[in-house]
């Protein structure tokens, strides 16, 4: 059982962080993002392109790239998160799925902007983990 649990903890944070729905329900709500499990993935991609664009100052040429990365990965994870295979194999498909996209937004973005976007990223990942924690 508590094998389990961990695996479930793990899928979790690989999930937030996929989904880069990294500023937690408070940020959620104040975007008008709805929850992960009940949003499109035209949502999560116009609710990422946004946290992009405000947190490393996307310009106009860049916003629209990203804009279609999102999606495009989006609609990549909407079909693992549908599928019917289990936990472990869906969070080794989410972890390449991620790894994929972020070397397409590396070529995106500035170096610093990258620098910032992985930052922010671990960020959110410490976070989570101390949200976790307390639940516990």
């Not at 996307?58 to 999102?70: S, T, Y």
């Amino acid at each position: 059982m508590k094998k389990q649990g961990i695996i479930g903890r793990l899928w979790l944070i690989t999930a937030v962080m996929t989904f880069t729905i990294l500023m937690g329900k408070p940020a959620i709500a104040q975007t008008g993002m709805p929850d992960f499990k009940n949003s499109t993935p035209e949502q999560r991609a116009q609710f990422q392109t946004e946290m992009m664009k405000s947190k490393l100052k996307l310009d106009a040429a860049q916003e629209g790239k990203v804009q279609a990365i999102n999606l495009t990965y989006a609609r990549k994870m909407q079909t693992i998160i549908k599928s019917d295979d289990g936990r472990f194999s869906k969070m080794k498909q989410a972890r390449s799925l991620q790894e994929a996209k972020d070397q397409e937004l590396k070529g995106v973005f500035t170096p610093a902007q990258f620098k910032q976007y992985k930052d922010f990223e671990e960020e959110m990942k410490a976070k989570l983990m101390e949200k976790i924690k307390e639940k516990q």
